[in-house]
């Protein structure tokens, strides 16, 4: 497996932990529910042995470009979202976004 596939491998484990998060704090089941399908299908079967290594490295390749497909959705679901929401509760929401990675910035340093 080489080092750049590792690299968005985390990269995105780590991104993982805070969409499911975020959407498990708005009540979206579905969302959680068909990335659990979409991404975490193909990445189980990542942990079957392969003696050659090449079936796990294209299941990897598969689970990120589904991964990175989900996010791409998700973002525009996320702009009609806050469109629904009243222009308060948009910005509340946003200030609330804003703080909390002021806050996650602030440990990483």
């Known amino acids: 497996m080489g080092i750049a596939l590792v690299a968005v491998c985390l990269i995105a ?3 993982s932990v805070y969409i499911i998060r975020a959407l ?3 009540e979206k089941k579905g969302w959680v529910i068909t990335y659990a399908i979409l991404i975490g299908i193909p990445f189980l079967f990542c942990l079957i042995p392969d ?7 294209v299941l990897l390749f598969i689970s990120l470009a589904l991964f990175y497909f989900y996010c791409w959705i998700l973002r525009y679901s996320i702009t009609e979202w806050l469109s629904n ?3 308060e509760k948009a910005f509340d929401l946003q200030q609330k976004q804003e703080k909390h990675f002021d806050g996650v910035w602030d440990r990483l340093r």
């Open 13 to 15: 484990l780590g991104f």
């Open 24 to 26: 498990i704090h708005l």
């Open 51 to 57: 003696e050659s290594g090449l079936a796990v490295n």
């Open 85 to 87: 929401l009243g222009d």
